[in-house]
């Protein structure tokens, strides 16, 4: 049997580069989507291509139920869990903290950090030895706005970001005992729609002079530090937040 990858937020960006690489490297993937089934469908096809087993399944990772039901999927089909990569989130229109209603509050905080921590929990419940697994890692998909704190756009995004930095860190040392490893990826300006669904289309261009690399990054940049962290290649790294934002 080979290895198994879930990606929630497969069907765009950075978790559609993700699943097709991990497919190259010899993972059977599994993607969660809420909306665009198409896309989604896509991901699986080229995944397919590179000769992985793969399926798309819908779930909302902002409801515990579709959580659930996402992991309990993955298991029926595959029979095995070795990564996770806890990817979905989302992002509203651009904003100063004094414009932010409580609704969206909600809203981001309900998807961005209850739905990671629900999708890391049930991770856990599948892949730690101290629940009969056999190991295995996750790899968290934060972002430089937790440091950067994302004045007059997303401080709400920021803070959701931020709160997975330290649940990355705490969950590493909860679980270092039990085979699994949990790291995080810090993207900057990467070149993905999710700029475009933010209300600024062209948002790498505008703030690439202020990467010191003077350039957006990429997608598929971004991919391989995420297979390399559920690679055994990173089998002493946990706990660790890894920047792939050009210096900024």
Known sequence: MGRVMLITGGSRGIGAATAVLAAGRGYDVVVSFVRDADAAAEVVERCAAAGADAEAVRADVGEEADVVALFDETIDRFGRLDAVVNNAGILHTAARLDEIGVERLDEVCRVNIVGAFVTA????????????????AIVNVSSAASYLGSPNEFIDYAATKGALD???????KEVATEGIRVNAVRPGLIHTDIHASSGIVDRVERLAPNVPMQRGGEADGVAETILWLASDAASYVTGTLVNVSGGR
């Not at 330290?166 to 590493?172: E, F, N, R, S």
């Open 166 to 172: 330290t649940m990355t860190i705490g969950l590493a």
């Open 121 to 136: 929990r049930e991770a856990v419940r599948r892949m730690s030895t101290r629940h009969g697994g056999r190991g295995g």
